[in-house]
């Protein structure tokens, strides 16, 4: 069974610009959380949803936005992108949005902004 | 406020020697108390997870781990480390208090030497 996939790789912005990033969840899993992580740090949570419902948020700016697709598949959005964001971003997904059930990652995409 | 301490930036271990991984929390509620581990150039994965029943939880790779309510801990254990293990660790646990939160620890670098 194919595991999350994640799209583009790696990707390099300028500061200012925009950028979505893809996430398609393992198949019979509902939701999708994510994560940024620097370098050095653990992955601070970004956001989770299910049934493509925001069911949490992380201390992100407005900059930062997600939505989830019919097929559990899922998008974050970065505006007006800051030196500051370059990182890795990894997607989670579950089979529920229980805080019971682990998360299973993708590879990440790894932005750079310049 | 949720958090997820593991002290330790680095272990260093003999191979065939029992290793431990140190991981504390706070949580206003019930944790629900997670264990990944993240291989280079690899995305993070599940080891274990203790939400309930046991205090002594067993994972993947021969992995456990104990939970102790009166010191806010979820220490991370094998009885015998392999080189194979040498990776970042680390340590979450979820929101449980109204929200969909993961909180990741800083991580903890095993080095195992043969």
């Known amino acids: 069974d194919a595991g999350v996939t994640q799209s583009p790789t790696h990707l390099i912005k300028t500061r200012g610009q925009h950028v979505t990033l893809r996430c398609s969840p393992i198949?019979?899993?509902?939701?999708v959380s994510w994560y940024q992580q620097v370098l050095g740090q653990g992955p601070q949570f970004i956001f989770q949803?299910?049934?493509?419902?925001?069911?949490g948020r992380g201390n992100f700016p407005d900059r930062f936005s997600a939505r989830q697709f019919p097929n559990y598949s899922s998008e974050l959005n970065v505006n007006a992108l800051l030196l500051g964001d370059s990182a890795l971003y990894l997607c989670?997904?579950?089979?529920?949005?229980?805080?019971?059930?682990?998360?299973?990652f993708g590879p990440g995409t790894r932005l750079t902004v310049t | 406020a949720q958090s997820v301490a593991q002290p330790e930036d680095q272990v260093n271990v003999a191979e065939g020697n029992p290793l431990t991984v140190k991981c504390t929390y706070s949580?206003?509620?019930?944790?629900?108390l997670f264990w990944y581990v993240q291989y280079p150039n690899r995305g993070l994965q599940f080891l274990l997870k203790?939400?309930?029943?046991?205090?002594l939880v067993k994972g993947s790779y021969g992995f456990e781990a104990e939970f102790n309510k009166s010191q806010t801990s979820f220490h991370l254990k094998k009885p015998s480390a392999l080189v194979s293990d040498s990776a970042l660790y680390f340590c979450?646990?979820?929101?449980?208090?109204?929200?969909?939160?993961?909180?990741f620890g800083a991580g903890t670098r095993l080095f195992v030497k043969a």
């Open positions: 989670a997904s579950s089979l529920e949005a229980s805080l019971s059930y682990e998360q299973y």
């Open positions: 198949s019979g899993h509902k939701s």
């Open positions: 949803y299910y049934e493509k419902e925001e069911r």
């Open positions: 949580v206003s509620g019930n944790p629900y």
């Open positions: 203790y939400i309930t029943g046991d205090n």
């Open positions: 979450a646990v979820r929101d449980n208090n109204g929200g969909f939160k993961t909180i």
